[in-house]
């Protein structure tokens, strides 16, 4: 039996039983609402979530700047609490070897420093360091291709830096430096840091022990390499690293066609066993190195 209700037509939506006017509004409510969450939807880019979970596998680098930032905070959950600072320099370097000299065997090193620590990970190289006076231009600032920086200017850089790391909860900052202008500042940036944070903050190490090229010039002579200086800013043991890490870098291939593969008197040829040394040299400075960080930790 049909009821009398079923037999009405039906009734029309709601919105079309509106006003003109009311219908209009609740339309434009009704599109702002929706696009208001489909924007909410939309996760931040320049602030996405600390927690979130890392969607790929990470990959095996000891080096900050390959990593990706939830790679590094994995990297520290699982330990790796101490960051390395090195401050390399581009400078004139003599004939042969590349302006970026001491920041080619801080790739080597850093990494082999690292890697024997376990907990660690390697800022970026700090390529930019004090190299002279500027007027009167004085030591390497008087050749092409070198960049420098006041003392100033080098120490604030180095304070930020360590800043960084500590704001973003690392807990040992260790410095070193490839060369022996870079030294000073990096002594008094560990001492003015640790002053100021005191037990509140991480732990800056500055270790001169990475820096030690007349101890090592000493180590190859009694492993029979004994030099001659040329007066060139060069030698075996830069030029050994350097060839570890890159042979370009030192003119490998030019040098020994135009016949001088060759310094201190000391013949660099055949490239793969002058490679060689520089392989032991860097795991040679990383042990020595490591080994007076772990003394510092334990004062």
């Known amino acids: ?13 709601l919105l079309t039983r509106l006003p003109p006017w009311t219908r209009r509004l609740a339309l434009g409510l009704l599109v702002l609402a929706t696009t208001a969450g489909a924007y909410q939807a939309v996760p931040d880019p320049v602030n996405p979530d600390p927690r979130g979970k890392r969607p790929i596998d990470a990959v095996e680098s000891v080096f900050l700047e390959d990593l990706t930032w939830m790679e590094v905070r994995d990297a520290m959950a699982a330990g790796k609490k101490t960051i390395l600072v090195a401050t390399g320099g581009v400078e004139q370097n003599g004939p042969y070897l590349a302006t970026g000299k001491h920041n080619v065997i801080l790739r080597g090193t850093t990494e082999a ?31 092409p291709g070198t960049i420098g920086l006041s003392e100033e ?41 640790t002053a100021h944070w005191g037990q509140q903050g991480p732990r800056v190490l500055y270790i001169p022990e990475y820096w030690d090229y007349p ?22 043991a830069i030029t050994s690293q350097m060839l570890a890490v890159d042979p370009q870098t030192v003119r490998a291939a030019e ?26 040299i860097i795991q040679r400075r990383a042990t020595q190195t490591v080994d007076a960080i772990h003394k510092a930790l334990a004062k």
């Open 113 to 143: 420093i690292a890697r024997q620590l376990g907990n660690a990970l390697v800022a970026p190289i700090i390529a930019f360091v004090p190299e002279g006076d500027f007027e009167p231009p004085s030591l390497h600032m008087k050749y």
């Open 215 to 236: 101890g090592l010039e000493k180590w190859l002579a009694d492993q029979g390499i004994v030099q001659t200086p040329e007066g060139l800013h060069d030698d075996f």
């Open 153 to 193: 200017t080098y120490r604030a850089l180095l304070k930020d830096i360590c800043r960084s790391f500590q704001v973003t909860g690392f807990e040992t900052i260790v410095l070193i430096g490839d060369s022996g202008g870079n030294q000073d500042g990096m002594k008094a940036v560990a001492e003015e840091l």
């Open 1 to 13: 039996m049909t009821s009398p209700i079923d037999s009405l037509p039906p009734r029309p939506p």
């Open 255 to 280: 040098r020994q066609k135009a016949g001088l593969f060759k310094i201190n008197g000391v013949d660099l040829a055949p490239v793969a066993k002058t490679a060689e040394w520089g392989r032991r």
